[in-house]
C-alpha cells in the first residue's frame, strides 16, 4: 500500500463533498485505524452499492449498470457486451461517505488544538491561533478554498495576525490571489502528518520561511562587489581576501588563518610577499567602509580572533557568491 490513509482520505476530500471512499480503495487500509475512523464517525458506512457506473469505453447509452447477485459475488452487466460486465465482491459494493466537518475536529485534537474548529465559510474552518502569532484557516476542497470571499472572511477573523491558509494544491491563478493578499498558502500534504501524528498539523510548517536579500553580491568572473547596494571597485589582492571570506562564511570553517589568506593572495610566489595578510584585511576593511552609508557597522563587518584569523560577521544567507 502506497499511500497512508489520511493521505488517501484527503486527496478524496479534494473533490469536496460528498467525499466517498469506495470498498476498493478502503480494502487494504481495514483495520484498527479504520475502524476507529468509523467509530469516530470520520467515514460513515453507506447502504451498499445497488448500481455501478457504466463502461468507460462502450456506448451502451444507460445512466448506471443495476447489479445482480451471481452466487457469491455481483455482477454489473453490460448489456451492450458482455465482455465488459464487471465482476465484484461484497466489499466492492461498500462506500464510506467522508465527514468533512468531524475530519477537521480530529485534525485540531490531534494537533493539540484545544477549541473546535469554528466553520469560516462552507467547508473552511478557522483552527484560531496556533504555534505561532498567526491564524490558521483549513480548506480541504478546492471549490472551498476557492470560493468568493474566503479571503476577507479570513483576515476578518484573524484581526490584523497574519493568516495561514491549509488548502489542497491550487492552480497558479488562485495562489497569486492568495499572494498578493498576504496570506501563505500551505498545501493539506505539506502540512499534515509530518511530526509523529498521523493527524496533526505540523506548526513549523504553517509559517514562512524568511527569504533574507543577501547584503553581500559577489561575481568573481566580473569581479563585482555590492554590498547593501553599494557596488565597489577592489584591487586585487582586497577582492581575493573578500572572495576567500565570502566562501568561508559560507561553510562551516567561517575563519580564514593568516597562512589561508597569504594562499589565496600569492599562492606560489609566497616567497616573495612583502607585506603582511594583517596589511590587506585592513585595506579590504578601509576600502568598504570609505563607500558605505553605515561606516560603523561596515567596520564591525570583518572579524579578527586571535589565533583564529579573521572572518565576515555575515550569515550564510546574507552573502551570494557566484562565479
Ligand atoms: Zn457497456
Not at 468509523?38 to 444507460?62: F, M
Not at 568561508?248 to 589568506?261: E, G, L, N, V
Request: hydrophobic share 40%.
Amino acid at each position: 500500500m502506497s499511500e497512508s490513509l489520511e493521505t488517501l482520505l484527503l486527496r478524496l476530500s479534494e473533490a469536496g463533498e460528498p467525499a466517498t471512499l469506495w470498498g476498493r480503495q478502503a480494502k487494504p487500509h481495514f483495520g484498527s485505524e479504520f475502524e476507529r475512523l468509523l467509530a469516530r464517525r470520520i467515514l460513515v458506512e453507506q447502504a451498499p452499492a445497488t448500481e455501478w457506473p457504466v463502461c468507460a469505453s462502450c456506448e451502451c447509452g444507460i445512466v448506471a449498470r443495476p447489479i445482480q447477485a451471481a452466487g457469491d459475488r455481483h455482477i454489473a452487466p453490460c448489456p451492450y457486451d458482455h465482455r465488459c460486465d464487471v465482476s465484484l465482491d461484497d466489499d466492492d459494493l461498500r462506500s464510506f461517505r467522508i465527514d468533512g466537518a468531524v475530519l477537521i475536529k480530529e485534525i485540531a485534537a490531534a494537533s493539540g488544538i484545544g477549541n473546535e474548529p469554528e466553520p469560516t465559510l462552507p467547508g473552511v474552518w478557522h483552527f484560531g491561533p496556533f504555534g505561532s502569532k498567526r491564524t490558521i484557516f483549513g480548506a480541504f476542497s478546492i471549490s472551498a478554498a476557492t470560493q468568493p470571499g474566503l479571503i476577507v472572511a479570513m483576515k476578518a477573523l484573524a484581526r490584523g495576525q497574519p493568516v495561514t491558509l491549509v488548502a489542497p494544491p491550487l492552480p497558479t491563478s488562485e495562489r497569486q490571489h492568495f499572494r498578493q493578499a498576504g496570506i501563505h498558502l500551505v498545501a493539506v500534504g505539506d502540512a499534515i502528518g509530518h511530526n509523529g501524528s498521523a493527524w496533526a498539523l505540523d506548526p513549523s510548517r504553517l509559517v514562512p520561511e524568511i527569504v533574507v536579500a543577501p547584503r553581500l553580491v559577489i561575481t568573481r568572473s566580473a569581479k563585482f562587489v555590492s554590498l547593501d547596494d553599494i557596488d565597489y571597485a577592489l584591487s586585487d589582492q582586497t577582492f581575493k581576501l573578500l572572495c576567500l571570506l565570502a566562501a568561508r562564511a559560507r561553510s562551516d570553517q567561517p575563519f580564514a588563518a593568516t597562512r589561508d589568506i597569504e594562499q589565496e593572495i600569492w599562492g606560489s610566489s609566497l616567497h616573495r610577499v612583502s607585506r603582511s595578510a594583517r596589511d590587506v584585511v585592513r585595506e579590504l576593511r578601509e576600502a568598504l567602509v570609505a563607500g558605505a552609508s553605515d561606516r560603523d557597522a561596515v567596520r564591525r563587518l570583518i572579524e579578527n580572533q586571535r589565533n583564529r584569523g579573521w572572518r565576515l560577521t555575515l550569515v550564510a544567507d546574507a552573502i551570494d557568491l557566484r562565479d
